[in-house]
C-alpha cells in the first residue's frame, strides 16, 4: 500500500485529495501545519509527501528542510498557488521532487504522484547481490549461481564502493535495471535521491526538458519553469535506460554534465552545477552505433568507466530453477495465496525453452501459468504453447508402431539434449496430438489426466499419498480427481 503524507491548512485541498486518490491501495494522511507534519512524518513513514509552500507558522520550505534531513529518500512535491520563478527554484535546491500549481489539473496530478511513489518504490525496494543460499529467501533482486552472475555480483559490489560510472550492456528483460538499482543501494549515496529514466520512452524533443528542465517561454507550451531530472537528483543517483536510443544533440548534453558537472535548462544561459553519479544502460552494441555514427563516441568512453554485461537466460540455464522458485514465492507473496509447486516435465520444459524475452518473459510465464492452473502445481499443459511446443519440437519422437518421426510444427531449440525421461514424455504428447487431430470427440487433457489418476492408483496398489507424488499433486488434489473422473474406488485408497 502506498502512503501519502499531505501537509496543507486548507480543508478544501484535503477533502480534494481524497477523492482523487480515494483507493484501497493508497493511504493518505493529513496534517494542517508544518509542525504537524514532522511530527507525523517518523509515525506514518509515508511513501510521498505532497505539502503546500504557504502555510502558518513553519513555511513549506522550512518544511522540506527537515523533511530532507530525516530521510532524503522521500519525494515531495511542493504545492502553490502563486508560482513565483524564486520559490520554485528554491524548492527544487532544496530537494523536492516537484511542483504543482493551483488549481490541479487532476490528470498530470495523478500522472506525478504515481511517478514520485514509482520513484520512491525504487530507492526504497531492496535488492540483494547474494547468490541464493535456500530457494525460500526472501527479497532477492538479482537471483543466480551461474559462473556469469557471480562476475556481475562482484562487480556490482565493486561498484557500489566507488564513484564511477557504470555502464550496464544486455538483451532487453535481463535485469539491467535491477543491477542499477543493486549498485545505487550498496552505494554512500543510498540515503539520497535516486531516478531513473527510459530515454527511449521519452520523444526526442522532449527528452532534453525532462533531463535539464527548462525555462518559462522556452518552446510552445512551456508555461512554467521547470527543473529537470538531474537538478531533481542532485547529490544523487541517475539511470539512464535506453541511452542507445538518444539522439546525438542531447548526447552532448550528457557529455559535459559527465565532464564539468554543468548544463543549463532550456531556453537559458545560467549554468546550473550539480553532483550526480550516472548508471547508464542499453541493449544495443554502443562499439557498433560508434563506428556507425550513431552516438557520441567521447560519450562512450566517459560512460565506459566500469561496464556490467548482463548475461542472457539461454547462457545461464543452471538459474531457471532458482528464478523459478523465486518468481513462484513472489507471486505467492503478491496475492497472499499459498504457494505451489511446479511438476517435474513442466520444469524440464523451461529449461530448455529458449527465452528469447529473458528473466522478465520467465516471469511473465510462471505469472500467466499460476492464473491458470487448476491444481496446487504447474503442469506442463499449464505453460504457453510456445514453451512446451519448444521443448517437444527439440527432440525425434517415437509413432505408436515404433518408427522415429520428427514433429516440426514449431521452433527448434538447440539447448543441448534432454533426459530419456522427458523424450518419452515428448513422444507421448506427440503421439496424443496427433489423435486428437484425427478424433474431434478427443479431449487430450482430460483423457489424460484420467488415465494418469487411475494407473498411478493402481501402480501403489490404492497408497494416495504415494499416488500424489508421483502425479506432482497433493493428497487433496488427487481426491478431487477420483470424485471429478467417477474412478470406482475398488482399490484401497484410505
Given at each position: 500500500m502506498d502512503k501519502i503524507l499531505l501537509i496543507d491548512d486548507e480543508t478544501d485541498v484535503l477533502y480534494a485529495f481524497r477523492r482523487i486518490f480515494d483507493s484501497p491501495e493508497t493511504e493518505i494522511t493529513t496534517a494542517t501545519s508544518g509542525e504537524e507534519g514532522i511530527e507525523r512524518f517518523p509515525q506514518v513513514r509515508p511513501d510521498l509527501v505532497i505539502m503546500d509552500i504557504r502555510m502558518g507558522g513553519m513555511t513549506g520550505l522550512q518544511t522540506l528542510e527537515k523533511i530532507r534531513k530525516i530521510d532524503a529518500r522521500t519525494p515531495v512535491i511542493m504545492m502553490t498557488a502563486y508560482g513565483t520563478t524564486k520559490t520554485v527554484i528554491e524548492a527544487m535546491k532544496l530537494g523536492a521532487y516537484d511542483y504543482l500549481l493551483k488549481p490541479f489539473d487532476v490528470p498530470k496530478l495523478q500522472q506525478l504522484v504515481y511517478s514520485a511513489l514509482k520513484a520512491s518504490r525504487d530507492?526504497?525496494?531492496?535488492?540483494?547481490?547474494?547468490?541464493?543460499?535456500?530457494?525460500?529467501?526472501?527479497?532477492?533482486?538479482?537471483?543466480?549461481r551461474s559462473e556469469a552472475m557471480q562476475k556481475v555480483f562482484k562487480l556490482v559490489g565493486q561498484l557500489a564502493t566507488s564513484q564511477a560510472t557504470a555502464l550496464i550492456t544486455g538483451e532487453s528483460g535481463t535485469g539491467k535495471e535491477i543491477v542499477a538499482r543493486a549498485i545505487y543501494q550498496n552505494s554512500r549515496r543510498a540515503k539520497n535521491p535516486y531516478l531513473a529514466i527510459n530515454c527511449a520512452a521519452i520523444p526526442e524533443n522532449l527528452l532534453e526538458s525532462e533531463l535539464f528542465g527548462h525555462e518559462k517561454g522556452a518552446f510552445t507550451g512551456a508555461n512554467a519553469i521547470r527543473v529537470g531530472k538531474f537538478e531533481q537528483c542532485n547529490q544523487g543517483t541517475i539511470f539512464l535506460d535506453e541511452i542507445g536510443d538518444m539522439a546525438l544533440q542531447t548526447q552532448t548534453r550528457i557529455l559535459r554534465v559527465l565532464q564539468n558537472g554543468t548544463f543549463e535548462r532550456v531556453g537559458s544561459n545560467n549554468s546550473v552545477e550539480v553532483d550526480v553519479r550516472v548508471i547508464a544502460a542499453t541493449n544495443k552494441?554502443?562499439?557498433?552505433?560508434?563506428?556507425?555514427?550513431?552516438?557520441?563516441?567521447?560519450?562512450?568512453?566517459?560512460?565506459n568507466v566500469v561496464r556490467i554485461h548482463l548475461p542472457p537466460l539461454r547462457e545461464r540455464q543452471e538459474d531457471i530453477r532458482l528464478l523459478v522458485s523465486y518468481f513462484l514465492k513472489k507471486f505467492s507473496t503478491v496475492h497472499g495465496t499459498p504457494c505451489k509447486s511446479i511438476s517435474g516435465d513442466a520444469l524440464a520444459a523451461l529449461e530448455h525453452y529458449h527465452w528469447p524475452g529473458n528473466v522478465r518473459e520467465l516471469e511473465n510465464v510462471i505469472q500467466r501459468s499460476l492464473v491458470v492452473t487448476k491444481g496446487d502445481a504447474i503442469l506442463i499443459g499449464d505453460l504457453p504453447h510456445e514453451v512446451f511446443g519448444d521443448s517437444l519440437s527439440a527432440s525425434s519422437v517415437s509413432t505408436p508402431n515404433g518408427t522415429q518421426s520428427r514433429d516440426d510444427s514449431g521452433p527448434s531449440s538447440n539447448l543441448g539434449p534432454v533426459s530419456d525421461s522427458t523424450v518419452n514424455i515428448q513422444a507421448l504428447?506427440?503421439?496424443?496430438?496427433t489423435w486428437a487431430k484425427n478424433d474431434s470427440?478427443?479431449?487430450?487433457?482430460?483423457?489424460?489426466?484420467?488415465?494418469?489418476?487411475?494407473?498411478?492408483?493402481?501402480?501403489?496398489?490404492?497408497?494416495?499419498?504415494?499416488a500424489a507424488a508421483m502425479l506432482g499433486i497433493t493428497r487433496a488434489t488427487l481426491r478431487k480427481r477420483v470424485e471429478k473422473f467417477k474412478i470406482k474406488q475398488t482399490l484401497d485408497i484410505n
Open positions: 530507492m526504497r525496494q531492496s535488492v540483494s547481490l547474494e547468490q541464493l543460499e535456500d530457494p525460500a529467501d526472501d527479497e532477492l533482486g538479482i537471483v543466480g552494441d554502443l562499439e557498433e552505433a560508434v563506428a556507425e555514427k550513431e552516438f557520441r563516441e567521447d560519450l562512450f568512453y566517459r560512460l504428447a506427440s503421439t496424443l496430438f470427440d478427443l479431449k487430450v487433457l482430460p483423457a489424460v489426466e484420467r488415465e494418469l489418476v487411475r494407473c498411478a492408483l493402481q501402480e501403489t496398489k490404492g497408497n494416495q499419498l504415494k
